[in-house]
T-cell receptor
Framework: GAVVSQHPSWVICKSGTSVKIECRSLDFQATTMFWYRQFPKQSLMLMATSNEGSKATYEQGVEKDKFLINHASLTLSTLTVTSAHPEDSSFYIC???????????FGPGTRLTVL | GNSVTQMEGPVTLSEEAFLTINCTYTATGYPSLFWYVQYPGEGLQLLLKATKADDKGSNKGFEATYRKETTSFHLEKGSVQVSDSAVYFCAPGNQGGKLIFGQGTELSVKP
């Protein structure tokens, strides 16, 4: 149980294009999902917290117009990197939290490379 | 707010050696404590957790005990395997289910 998937697992795009990453909880309902960014050999940096049916809460320094987050259902959250640039290249990881449970379950991550 | 300090890596051990990765935290109240493991190129997997003082979390031969008096949650394994090579993250929980991650400790186990 408690499986979280991400799609795609990797993506290469041209500078200026937008990329959408999906995060799904496969066998439970996730009232809250989190989006993280990880640079090589570094820890995870929380970007935003997403609650189903409401606007995401972004961490300080994260541009909400750059990283659009939608959590339209209890099993799906999406992160759209708009007008991507090479500095947005990173490993993006989502996690999901069920209501009343204190354990985050993580997706396998999405490697984004912007040329 | 909560914070966490982990033992710096990389930690290099021979197969069957004893492993300890230290983790200390500062927190308001008594948060749940987690260890996650990240294998190369993958997301994080929950390794074990403890929800209250003196609880011992265990999984796959790994153990960690919630020490309130020393605010620590050290990870131990009696005999590591090559397949345990990964990055290990200690993380106290926070309000709203957030996690506060340490910097991660890379473990390399040699045959």
């Amino acid at each position: 149980g408690a499986v979280v998937s991400q799609h795609p697992s990797w993506v290469i795009c041209k500078s200026g294009t937008s990329v959408k990453i999906e995060c799904r909880s496969l066998d439970f309902q996730a009232t809250t999902m989190f989006w993280y960014r990880q640079f090589p050999k570094q820890s995870l940096m929380l970007m935003a917290t997403s609650n189903e049916g409401s606007k995401a809460t972004y961490e300080q320094g994260v541009e909400k117009d750059k990283f659009l987050i939608n959590h339209a259902s209890l099993t799906l959250s999406t992160l759209t990197v708009t007008s991507a640039h090479p500095e947005d290249s990173s490993f993006y990881i989502c996690s999901a939290l069920a209501e009343g449970v204190d354990t985050q379950y993580f997706g396998p991550g999405t490697r984004l490379t912007v040329l | 707010g909560n914070s966490v300090t982990q033992m710096e890596g990389p930690v290099t051990l021979s197969e069957e050696a004893f492993l300890t990765i230290n983790c200390t935290y500062t927190a308001t109240g008594y948060p749940s404590l987690f260890w996650y493991v990240q294998y190369p190129g993958e997301g994080l997997q929950l390794l074990l957790k403890a929800t209250k003082a003196d609880d011992k979390g265990s999984n796959k031969g790994f153990e960690a005990t919630y020490r309130k008096e020393t605010t620590s949650f050290h990870l131990e394994k009696g005999s590591v395997q090559v397949s345990d090579s990964a990055v290990y993250f200690c993380a106290p929980g926070n309000q709203g289910g957030k996690l506060i991650f340490g910097q991660g400790t890379e473990l390399s186990v040699k045959p």
